[in-house]
């Protein structure tokens, strides 16, 4: 049966090649798009994109954007409606951007707020306006990187300081944000199943909470960039894709390691509810 995906980001790179694997598996998708994508748009047009493809507007950027866009979803979930029955089953956060270099010790701060309302701010107030919708989200991925993880620093990656910033902030919150759905999930279950629910009170359901390394992809983001250093394992755009659904089937709502929260090579398990961080190829990625 055709699951439902919304991916945000997805006129170019990353969330195009979701998008477009997605409609070629034959999945009903939502994709969004900033401004003009003559890709995006294009996949309109294939026999499948002509079934199974919604295309919206959303600029993370900007609050009035995601609201509008929060709006526009609302609505596929009325009569007729591609999310009349109520779910979507994954949404993927892709929407990021790099300008290099952004060194801390000379970044504009103009340069500063643009990485961190892009790649930080924009991508979890989306998150949470979609959460807060009469809809029953399943799983929730962001797209984040390694250059995030306070635990595996890299120190010669020159002129990435404000970009590896903005997503050790992410990651931060995406992790509360996944506690916090969970609370809200246990109480109102606790409550419905007392009885005091009655409709307003129905819980949606628990939402699974995912961050997500791409790998070293060769996207159009990063192609004109040219470091003093060699990027080791550097990927095509399809096969991170590739992995990655892999990986979101394994450890997203209904997986058959649902969350990854079974953390054996570490020798412990997290607390239900946790946000995990895996990587393209299905490795656990230290926070």
């Avoid at 009325?78 to 801390?104: K, M, S, T, W």
């Avoid at 306070?150 to 020159?158: G, M, N, R, V």
């Avoid at 628990?206 to 996207?219: F, M």
């Avoid at 450890?251 to 398990?269: A, I, L, M, P, Q």
Wanted: charged content about 20%; overall charge negative; some cysteine.
């Amino acid at each position: 049966m055709p699951q439902t995906w919304l991916v945000v980001g997805a006129s170019r790179g990353i969330g195009l090649e979701f998008t477009t694997q997605l409609l070629l598996r034959g999945e009903t998708v939502i994709a969004t798009k900033r401004s003009a994508s003559e890709s995006l748009d294009a996949l309109l047009e294939t026999p499948n994109g002509k079934k199974n493809l919604t295309v919206l507007r959303c600029e993370v950027r900007y609050e009035t954007s995601i609201k509008n866009f929060a709006l526009e979803v609302g609505k596929l979930g009325e009569e007729g409606g591609v999310l009349e029955g109520g779910v979507i089953d994954y949404v993927v956060i892709n929407a990021g951007v790099l300008q290099y270099p952004n060194r801390i010790s000379d970044v504009s701060f103009t340069s500063f707020t643009h990485h961190l309302t892009t790649n930080t701010i924009g991508p979890l107030q989306t998150a949470s306006t979609l959460l807060s919708l009469p809809l029953h989200i399943k799983t929730l991925i962001f797209i984040s990187s390694d250059s995030g993880s306070a635990q595996a620093f890299l120190s010669h990656e020159d002129g990435f300081g404000a970009y590896a910033a903005s997503k050790a902030a992410l990651n931060q919150g995406l992790r509360h944000l996944s506690f916090e759905m969970h609370r809200k999930y246990v109480a109102s279950k606790s409550l419905n199943e007392s009885g005091g629910g009655g409709k307003s009170g129905s819980a949606k359901g628990k939402t699974v909470v995912l961050a997500l390394h791409p790998g070293e992809v060769s996207t159009d983001m990063v192609a004109d960039i040219n470091l003093g250093w060699e990027v080791k394992g550097v990927i095509g755009v399809r096969e991170s894709v590739s992995g990655c659904l892999g990986v979101i089937g394994e450890k997203g709502f209904g997986g058959v390691d649902e969350g990854g929260w079974s953390s054996v090579e570490e020798g412990r398990e997290d607390e239900e509810g946790a946000a995990t961080f895996w990587t393209w190829d299905g490795r656990r990625y230290p926070w």
